[in-house]
């Protein structure tokens, strides 16, 4: 039994070895920097993810795009086993409805070593009950045109600073969209199914474990991206990244898939 123990404690080590290792590069699993806290009555279709990859669990974020399917990150699901999606609540650890999944798939294109085609999409076992805590996000059309400086709206629960604690609340941080010809300055390898979010100075950005979360249109909110990666927290000079919902390459997909 003592053996048994020691051996799960080493998985935990170094499974959360690794994780920090990542997040020195990009950090897969975002949270809110330099935001404020809100509840889910403002943003009722962003939902928590809770994943299970052998003995670990791990969160990101997601949003209800329809009763039967939760978008995200594609990146939140590699590997996985199972999903429990929390909705209707402000907190990240109780309240809401919880359903579990273990029907999940991400695009057929996600590459793992430049983060393309990041998106992922999860079907609950049963449908999602919808009501004034729990609703539908609209989604940006299939090339609808992405100007820069939009501001943007992005929500999700964790580190209010990079490789920082945790937010129980509901958190929220609003960005301008940054051009892709100046975004790629710091990041070569962006492709057209990304859009970048950043104020030049650092201080606002998604962070460790926002992964998957939605970045809506302030005016409309219309779902235009999905918190995909970026280096460090809120860094200066370096915005976060996003997939790109209109990418017909995404859109498209989407569409196929989940009907929406």
Known sequence: MKLFLVLIFLIFLVSDVLCKKRRQTKSFDNKIVGGYSTTIENFPYQVRLILQKGNVYYGCGGSIISPHYVLTAAHCLTGISKVFIRTGSTRA??????????NFTRHPNYNERNVD???????PSTPIQ???????????SRNSELKSGTPVLV?????????????????????PTVSNDECRKKYRSLTERMFCAGVPQGGKDSCQGDSGGPAVIKSSRVQLGIVSFGVGCARRGYP?????ISNSGIRDWIQKVARV
Do not use: F, I
């Not at 650890?93 to 273990?102: F, L, R």
């Not at 085609?117 to 079907?123: I, K």
């Not at 209010?160 to 941080?173: C, R």
């Open 93 to 102: 650890s109780s309240g809401g409805v919880q359903y579990t999944s273990t």
């Open 117 to 123: 085609y990041d998106v992922g999409l999860v079907s």
């Open 130 to 140: 919808l009501d004034n805590r729990t609703k539908v996000v609209t989604l940006a």
């Open 155 to 175: 929500t999700g629960w964790g580190s209010t600073s990079e490789n920082g604690a945790s937010s129980d609340t509901l958190m929220a941080v609003e960005v």
């Open 240 to 244: 976060g990244v996003y997939s790109k």
